[in-house]
C-alpha cells in the first residue's frame, strides 16, 4: 500500500516538476532570480534522479509557493532593456502579477507580457508620464493615491487577447 502511495506520488511529482520547467522562461525577471536555487533542484524529466520524494516534493512546493505569492503583488525592480536599435538601457519595472508590467526609463516606456520563451516587451513611449506615476505609487514616493489609465492585455478562454 505504501508503496502505491509512493508511485502516484512519484507519477503526480513528475507532471508537477515538467510544469515547472516549462513555465520556467515566462516568470518574471526579479522571480526568476529568486527562484534560481530552487531550479536548480529540480530534476528534468528524463534525467533518473537519486534525490528523495521529501525533498523533491519540497522544492516544488516551495517553488509554487513564490510564484503563487508574488501573482498576488506588485514588484518594483529594475533592469536592462534592449531598446528597438539594440542598444541597453537602465528601466524601472512595476509587475502586477505574473501577467503585466510596465517599464520606464530615460529613453523609453512600454508594456510587457509574458510569453512562452520570455518575457515581450512592447515600446509605448506615449505612456511614460503615466507609467511614472504608477511606479512612484507603488513605491510610496507620492502622498496621493490616484487612478492611473495604462493598457492591460488578458486572455480570453479562446486563446485570443482583449485589451
Do not use: C
Not at 528523495?52 to 529594475?78: H, M, P, S
Not at 511614460?128 to 486572455?155: H, S, Y
Amino acid at each position: 500500500e505504501l508503496q502505491k502511495q509512493q508511485n502516484w506520488v512519484r507519477e503526480v511529482l513528475v507532471k508537477v516538476e515538467a510544469r515547472l520547467t516549462e513555465i520556467r522562461l515566462a516568470l518574471p525577471a526579479p522571480l526568476l532570480k529568486d527562484l534560481e536555487l530552487a531550479y536548480q533542484k529540480v530534476p528534468s524529466p528524463s534525467t533518473n534522479t537519486k534525490v528523495g520524494l521529501a525533498e523533491r516534493l519540497q522544492v516544488a512546493v516551495g517553488i509554487l509557493g513564490d510564484i503563487y505569492a508574488f501573482d498576488k503583488k506588485i514588484t518594483v525592480t529594475e533592469s536592462l532593456h534592449k531598446s528597438f536599435n539594440g542598444e541597453e538601457h537602465l528601466v524601472t519595472v512595476l509587475y502586477l502579477g505574473l501577467g503585466q508590467a510596465y517599464y520606464v526609463g530615460a529613453h523609453d516606456a512600454g508594456t510587457g507580457r509574458p510569453a512562452p520563451k520570455g518575457w515581450q516587451w512592447e515600446s509605448q513611449p506615449e505612456l511614460k508620464p503615466r507609467i511614472r506615476k504608477a511606479i512612484e505609487m507603488a513605491q510610496g514616493n507620492t502622498g496621493e493615491i490616484v487612478f492611473v489609465d495604462l493598457p492591460v492585455r488578458l486572455k480570453n478562454q479562446e486563446g485570443g487577447n482583449n485589451e
